[in-house]
């Protein structure tokens, strides 16, 4: 079976420090993976996704970078964090090795940013 | 561009009481649609889902009908447990390279003893 793991599973960070949040899938080649966030009191926004090793879609201009170094990691980062930074961070995969709509979730890295 | 609209939270209701969460899209194409729940401190689940127009997805006791000529799809329950509270969230998605979802903002659940 397939799973999904992410972490740190809480941080702390100051303002202007760099950030990196690694997830990966168990399981399974070839996915398509995915970095959500959730603000507090918001819905979810998609940030980026990946079909495939060093393939980056980004879906919204922003503090963050993503990487996918290796087939079924992928990594979330940045240079130096803004307090609008804060929120909780979601990594998802879905098969790419045929057509699915379902994407299932990781439990999810909480930043705070003070 | 495509969207999706849910009702305001938080909803509260009392255990064995029925549950509505209204959904509404806007969509350019044929989308599939999905419920997923996000319990406190946890990522989200897939609930249920349908894939086209008078589909009806359901699990848990949880269902949901893919109605197209209202781009809707209400979350209902008959008869809701405290273990339901949660946060909902309704989502479109197409198929393609990559199924990127296009979530609502979510709608908190809170049942009652």
């Known amino acids: 079976s397939q799973t999904i793991h992410q972490w740190p599973a809480t941080l702390v960070q100051p303002v202007g420090s760099p950030l990196s949040l690694e997830c990966t899938v168990e399981g399974t080649s070839n996915p398509n993976l995915y970095w959500y966030r959730q603000a507090a009191g918001r819905g979810l926004q998609l940030l980026f996704y990946?079909?495939?090793?060093?393939?980056i879609s980004s879906e919204v201009p922003q503090n963050l970078s993503a990487s996918r170094p290796q087939d079924r990691q992928f990594i979330l980062s940045s240079k130096k964090l803004l307090l609008s930074d804060s929120g909780f961070y979601l990594c998802a995969w879905s098969p790419g090795d045929r057509v699915s709509y379902e994407q299932y979730f990781g439990p999810g890295t909480r930043l705070t940013v003070t | 561009g495509d969207s999706v609209t849910q009702m305001e939270g938080p909803v509260t209701l009392s255990e064995e009481a029925f549950l509505t969460i209204n959904c509404t899209y806007t969509?350019?194409?044929?989308?599939?649609l999905f419920w997923y729940v996000q319990y406190p401190g946890e990522g989200l689940q897939l609930l249920l889902k349908a894939t086209k127009a008078d589909d009806k997805g359901s699990n848990k006791g949880f269902e949901a009908t893919y109605r197209k000529e209202t781009t809707s799809f209400h979350l209902e329950k008959g008869s809701v447990q405290v273990s339901d509270s949660a946060v909902y969230f309704c989502?479109?998605?197409?198929?393609?390279?990559?199924?990127?979802?296009?979530f609502g903002t979510g709608t908190r659940l809170q049942v009652t003893l």
């Open positions: 990946s079909v495939g090793i060093g393939q």
């Open positions: 989502a479109l998605a197409y198929t393609g390279t990559a199924s990127k979802l296009t």
């Open positions: 969509a350019t194409g044929y989308p599939s």
